[in-house]
C-alpha cells in the first residue's frame, strides 16, 4: 500500500510561482516514476510533468520552461516548481507514483492550484 499526499497548493497572482510536494507512505519497495497531472472539469486527466529514478523528465508542452519536476528518492518525494503561473494553470493537481514490486499505479487526493489575473 502506497499513499501520496500532496501539498503546497494555494492561490498567486499571474507570474507568481508556488512549489507543489508529494510525499509518498506506506509499504514502499520500489517507486519507479512520479509525476504530476491535472484534470479540468469536463476534462480527462492530462500529464503535467514525470521523472523517472534515473532522472528522465517528460513535460507537458503547455508548462514546458515553466514548471520543473524534482525528486528526491531518498524520500520518496518529487516536487513541482511552478513559475510563470498563468490563470489557465488554474485546476486540480495530481500526484502520481508507480510502485514496479506491486505494479500498481497511485495518485494522490489533488490540491488546488488558483492563479489569478
Known amino acids: 500500500q502506497v499513499q501520496l499526499v500532496e501539498s503546497g497548493g494555494g492561490m498567486v497572482q499571474a507570474g507568481g510561482s508556488l512549489r507543489l510536494s508529494c510525499a509518498a507512505s506506506?509499504?514502499?519497495?520500489?517507486?519507479?516514476?512520479m509525476g504530476w497531472y491535472r484534470q479540468y472539469p469536463g476534462k480527462k486527466r492530462e500529464l503535467v510533468a514525470t521523472?523517472?529514478?534515473?532522472?528522465?523528465?517528460n513535460y507537458a508542452d503547455s508548462v514546458q520552461g515553466r514548471f520543473t519536476i524534482s525528486r528526491d528518492n531518498a524520500n520518496n518525494t518529487v516536487y513541482l516548481q511552478m513559475d510563470s503561473l498563468k490563470p489557465e494553470d488554474t485546476c486540480i493537481y495530481y500526484c502520481?507514483?508507480?510502485?514496479?514490486?506491486?505494479?500498481?499505479?497511485?495518485w494522490g487526493p489533488g490540491t488546488q492550484v488558483t492563479v489569478s489575473s
Open positions: 506506506g509499504r514502499i519497495f520500489r517507486i519507479t516514476t
Open positions: 521523472t523517472t529514478a534515473d532522472g528522465s523528465t
Open positions: 502520481y507514483a508507480r510502485e514496479a514490486v506491486l505494479f500498481s499505479d497511485f
